[in-house]
Nanobody, 122 residues
Framework: QVQLVESGGGLVQAGGSLRLSCVASGSISRINAMSWYRQPPGKQRELVAAAPSGGRTNYADSVKGRFTISRDNAKNTVDLQMNSLKPEDTAVYYC????????????????WGQGTQVTVSS
């Protein structure tokens, strides 16, 4: 069984910073892409930043220059450093990973964390 667990959310004033962390655990053979999504109140879930395995990171236009995604493949973690936060960044943030299991049937599936709330006050 594979699990993703996020941490680091909270309440911050506009202009402040937060760092989100996500760790994958369980029967893991390979972690492919790791990403962060968010779901603002009353809106659909959207991609914030992605870190493909061995590829270039990419970001939503709304967070470019403010957010940085980073992976530690040895620790199966992905972090999201969020600077210059704005009230419109308020959302539940979800970690997402595309993982190949190390046990039969060795499937590759998409996994989600439980979400962590980020609230930015004006």
């Amino acid at each position: 069984q594979v699990q993703l667990v996020e941490s680091g959310g909270g309440l911050v004033q506009a202009g402040g910073s937060l760092r989100l962390s996500c760790v994958a655990s369980g029967s893991i053979s390979r972690i492919n892409a790791m990403s962060w999504y968010r779901q603002p109140p009353g809106k659909q879930r959207e991609l914030v930043a992605a870190a493909p395995s061995g590829g270039r990171t990419n970001y939503a236009d709304s967070v470019k220059g403010r957010f940085t995604i980073s992976r530690d493949n040895a620790k199966n973690t992905v972090d999201l450093q969020m600077n210059s936060l704005k009230p419109e960044d308020t959302a539940v943030y979800y970690c997402n990973a595309y993982i190949t299991q190390a046990t039969m049937p060795f499937t590759t599936d998409t996994y989600w964390g439980q979400g962590t709330q980020v609230t930015v006050s004006s």
